[in-house]
């Protein structure tokens, strides 16, 4: 797949992006490119923009291009992972100071905001998901039992953690979070919105995460993450915050949730091949 690679580094590149990496993933087939970090908007605009560009480079050599979370059963399924970071101008927020004095002794470097960002984040995980993980099959992706590789790398409760990949936050240093529960499906646009927007919320309240955990672990109050579309449009229902994060008040998401949770049931009423070699016989 390398003159594939390169085609797509170079095109990136010609615009400005900065590629700094193409990646192998766990999948045959699956790839991570990944571009420097600009202001939401213009890497919202960059990841639509990169997904045609993927579907035209990956046609042009007899081959097709998907982003949807779960193509394969048996496979891994495909993130969009979100560095996320807070500035005032030039000035980055997320950093602690650098005797620590401000970490609350939880080792991972960064500031009390950022911090409460990360808290607003968890406390608002399961109805920020229905923006983040917002189809039917986003959810065999996350509540996939295993894959060929035996990893699913997609996580189950809303917790944080430092540098391991079990968790819905990851805290790769004190300069960033990356958030690990959206999948391909996700409307840019919508998800980075509705992130930062419970990531803000949890800075107005000073929500306090708790200690990060180690890998695999969460807190005993974490919240389990929505296990199916219809579980995360209930999720967003019930979340006031959520709900009004794209204008201010219910109206577009309500909106929203209506028309996921007709997506959900559209699929729900389709008979599948699972149903007939279950029941046709057996009952």
């Known amino acids: 797949m390398y003159e594939h690679l390169t085609s797509i580094s170079e095109a990136m590149n010609g615009l400005g992006w900065g590629n700094y990496a193409n990646d192998h993933e766990d999948a045959a087939g699956q790839f991570e490119q990944n571009f420097n970090y600009a202001d939401a908007l213009t890497t ?98 996350s509540g996939a039992t295993t894959s060929s590789s035996g990893a699913t790398w997609s996580p189950r409760k809303a917790s944080f953690g430092g540098n391991d ?54 807190q005993p109050d974490a919240h389990l993450l929505p296990a199916t579309l219809l579980h995360a449009v209930e999720a967003l229902r019930r979340d006031p915050v959520m709900l009004s994060s794209l204008s201010g008040d219910e109206t577009i998401g309500s909106y929203y949730a209506d028309a996921k949770e007709e997506e959900f049931l559209a699929w729900h009423n389709q008979v599948s091949d699972w ?9």
């Open 165 to 218: 990949r079990t968790h819905m936050i990851r805290v790769p240093d004190n300069k960033r979070i990356e958030l690990r529960s959206g999948d391909g499906s996700a409307n840019p646009y919508l998800a980075i919105a509705t992130a930062i927007e419970a990531g803000l919320d949890g800075v107005t309240k000073g929500t306090d995460p708790g200690a990060p955990s180690g890998p695999g672990e969460s």
């Open 44 to 141: 919202a605009d960059r990841v639509v923009t990169l997904r045609y560009i993927l579907n035209i480079l990956a046609e042009q050599r007899g081959m097709t291009a998907t982003f949807m979370p779960k193509p394969f059963t048996d496979r891994t399924g495909t993130g969009l992972h979100f560095h996320l970071s807070l500035w005032s101008g030039a000035e980055a927020l997320f950093p602690g100071d650098d005797d620590g004095a401000d970490d609350g002794g939880r080792g991972l470097g960064l500031s009390d905001l950022a911090y409460s960002f990360i808290g607003g984040i968890l406390e608002h995980a399961p109805a920020l998901q229905a923006f983040l993980a917002p189809t039917v099959n986003s959810y065999k992706r």
């Open 275 to 283: 149903e007939i070699r279950t029941y046709l016989t057996s009952i």
